[in-house]
């Protein structure tokens, strides 16, 4: 593999992708490419997972071109690195184990002065008899001990981004580590150094920013990407209608139909990736979501629907709630 970095998609295999995604894991491609990066896909199999979608996606992103530089990655199969950072984590005082249902979470976030989304630290303080007496009752899921409450990345699309950092979940009750801590452990063992992915995501980065910041791990570009959405304004779902390769193709859509629809919608010439990737331009791609009309896609695909005009447009600082 090239010494230069890479970038990645890293599905769920929770259930096919849809054109949203298959845009993002395009989008993806283009910038590791367009720098001369590898590209990487990895199984994010840790939970939510559909016998045989793994081999599913797979095969819907290599219809589009789409291939993975180096050996597919699962996160099942690397739980060994993810308890050694937590083993880091924990020698350093940065651990602590939380009893908290979700109940009780959501009535502290809502609490006079709660944040929605936000665990106050309510078990940080926990002694150790108390702990022993809880732990009897309910395991404990384990939370980092932050050192801040907010955090900020440069993201290549939303700008400069502060989010909240809060006591987060390292490890949950059920013994399954958490995507934050499983996602900054592996991207940096993959030299993974550009994380391109939806915006759906945005608010989590400076937690997985904090995060790697704290195992010494180096911070990766990151460029969020705006979702599909349904005309109604929705993130877009296969539930509103033919919105996956399996069912376009039923309609008449061949894959590489599909790939044009996609490379359209980023103000891209659609023939082809190669011919997109000579013109890729990250300036220039929308800042806004891609609105996908399911009752559109159904009629034919034989002209390509033009993508949304694409106005180049400079980054804006974000402050998320
Ligand atoms: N596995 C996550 C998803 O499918 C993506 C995580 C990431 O790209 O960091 O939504």
Not at 56 to 72: C, F, K, M
Not at 200 to 211: F, G, M, T, V
Not at 287 to 312: F, H, I, Q
Not at 315 to 321: A, G, M, R, W
Request: charged fraction near 20%; proline fraction near 8%.
């Amino acid at each position: 593999m090239a010494g230069t970095g890479a970038g990645r998609f890293a599905p769920s295999p929770s259930g096919q992708l849809h054109i949203g995604n298959l845009r993002t894991a395009v989008v993806a491609w283009l910038f590791a490419r367009s720098t001369g990066r590898s590209f990487l896909l990895r199984v994010e199999d840790l939970d939510r997972v559909r016998a045989g979608t793994e081999e599913e996606q797979l095969a819907e992103l290599a219809a589009l071109g789409i291939l993975s530089d180096g050996p597919v990655v699962r996160q099942s199969e690397q739980t060994g690195r993810y308890e050694q950072a937590l083993g880091l984590l924990q020698s350093r005082g940065l651990v602590y184990e939380c009893f908290c249902t979700r109940r009780d979470v959501a009535e502290a976030a809502s609490a006079p002065h709660g944040r929605p989304g936000f665990y106050p630290g309510t078990c940080r303080g926990l002694g150790a008899d108390e702990r022993d007496r809880r732990r009897a009752e309910r395991p404990p899921s384990l939370r980092l001990a932050a050192g801040v409450g907010t955090w900020h990345i440069e993201d290549l699309l939303a700008g400069h981004v502060t989010a909240p950092v809060d006591d987060f979940v390292l490890r949950r009750n059920d013994g399954v580590i958490a995507y934050n801590l499983a996602v900054v452990v592996d991207d940096a063992a993959q030299g993974i150094d550009q994380v391109v992915r939806g915006d759906d995501l945005l608010e989590s980065a400076p937690r997985q920013a904090y995060l790697a910041s704290l195992l010494g791990l180096p911070v990766p570009t990151y460029a969020h990407v705006p979702l599909a959405i349904s005309p109604g304004g929705r993130r877009l779902a296969k539930r509103d209608g033919a919105v996956t390769l399996e069912d376009l193709a039923r309609l008449g859509w061949s894959a590489h139909a599909v790939l044009a629809l996609i490379l359209a919608s980023l103000g891209l010439p659609a023939g082809s990736l190669g011919a997109a990737l000579a013109s890729f331009d990250p300036a220039r791609l929308p800042r806004y979501p891609w609105v996908v009309d399911p009752a559109a896609l159904s009629s034919t695909p034989l002209s390509v629907p033009a993508g949304p005009a694409c106005k180049p447009s400079a980054p804006t600082d974000k402050v998320l709630p």
